[in-house]
C-alpha cells in the first residue's frame, strides 16, 4: 500500500496524525513500531471518513506474545503473525456473543475470556476479542456473525508480529 502519513510519537507514546479524506472514506490502518518489539498494527472496523480515537495500540515485546501464545497452546514464531480480532457495534463498542474467524485459518483461534485466552469459550466474552495464533503471513480475511447478523468482513495483510482487528455490523 501507500504510506498516506509518517509521524513519531510523544515520549508518553502519544501521537496524533491527520490525513485529509475531503470526506471520502480512506481504507486505512496503522503500522507501530518501537525498537526493540515486533511490529504492530492497528485496523478500524471501516474505512476513515473523519476523526478517530484508535484508543490504544498494544505494541507487544515477544515475550508477552510468548505468554499469550503458550496461554493459548501454541509456540509463537517470529515468522507469523498474532491477530487480535474484535467484534465491535456501529458505536464501537464490543459484541459479547460473536462468533469470528479467519481465511485462511490461524493455527489456534481462542476466544479471550476473563481476559485470557480460552481453549473453552466458543464466542466472544463482554471485551468482544479473540486471538488468532500463528497465522501464516499474508492475505487474510476476517470475519464474523453476531445472533444472525454478518459482521463486514476485513481484509488485512497478515505480517510477522501482532496486529489489533476490529470488525462490525
Known amino acids: 500500500g501507500t504510506t498516506l502519513a509518517t509521524v513519531m510519537s510523544a515520549m508518553n507514546g502519544t501521537f496524533s496524525v491527520d490525513i485529509g479524506t475531503s470526506g471520502v472514506p480512506v481504507d486505512a490502518y496503522l503500522r507501530v513500531t518501537a525498537s526493540g518489539r515486533p511490529e504492530a498494527s492497528w485496523y478500524p472496523a471501516a474505512p476513515l471518513a473523519n476523526d478517530v480515537n484508535a484508543g490504544s495500540i498494544n505494541v507487544f515485546d515477544s515475550t508477552t506474545l510468548g505468554l499469550l501464545g503458550a496461554a493459548a497452546g501454541i509456540f509463537v514464531t517470529s515468522s507469523k503473525a498474532e491477530v487480535f480480532l474484535t467484534a465491535v457495534d456501529c458505536g464501537g463498542q464490543p459484541i459479547a456473543g460473536a462468533t469470528l474467524s479467519s481465511s485462511p ?22 471485551d468482544g476479542t479473540a486471538f ?16 444472525t447478523t454478518t459482521l463486514r468482513s476485513r481484509q488485512m495483510t497478515a505480517r510477522a508480529g501482532s496486529a489489533q482487528v476490529l470488525i462490525r455490523p
Open 132 to 147: 488468532l495464533g500463528n497465522l501464516n503471513a499474508g492475505n487474510v480475511t476476517l470475519s464474523g456473525a453476531y445472533m
Open 105 to 126: 485459518s490461524a493455527a489456534v483461534l481462542r476466544y479471550i475470556s476473563n481476559r485470557v485466552p480460552s481453549s473453552s469459550a466458543t464466542m466472544t466474552d463482554v
